[in-house]
């Protein structure tokens, strides 16, 4: 079992940031996908943004690009997100992910292509 830990949310005006932890096991015996994904009340969740800990190339989805920026602390086994210039479309629950293979292009921001979650940090953005 993978056990995932967020943290860092909190509430911001339109335009403020904030950055999220997520707090991983040692990435040994392979490579992780690890996924922000998020959900806004009455939505589905959404992949925001992934990256592998090979490590690869980041994703994005459209809306936050130029805006959140995903990244690893490896010797830390943590995942950043980092939101800047941030919107009320942003507000939701945010989750971290992760899926013991390389992040690919086509999947990566499909909530059921990852195996383990952790329990989610709230963003809260006023305008």
């Known amino acids: 079992q993978v056990q995932l830990v967020e943290s860092g949310g909190g509430s911001v005006q339109h335009g403020g940031s904030l950055r999220l932890s997520c707090a991983t096991p040692p990435w040994t015996g392979g490579v992780f996908c690890m996924g922000w994904f998020r959900q806004a009340p009455g939505k589905e969740r959404e992949g925001v943004a992934a990256i592998d800990t090979g490590p690869g190339r980041p994703y994005y989805t459209d809306s936050v690009k130029g805006r959140f920026t995903i990244s690893l602390n490896n010797p830390k086994n943590t995942v950043y997100l980092q939101m800047n210039s941030l919107k009320p479309d942003d507000h939701a629950m945010y989750y971290c992910?992760?899926?013991?293979?390389?992040?690919?292009?086509?999947?990566?921001?499909?909530?059921?292509?990852?195996?383990?979650w952790g329990q989610g940090t709230q963003v809260t953005v006023s305008s």
């Open positions: 992910a992760a899926e013991p293979d390389y992040c690919y292009s086509g999947s990566w921001s499909r909530a059921d292509e990852y195996r383990y």
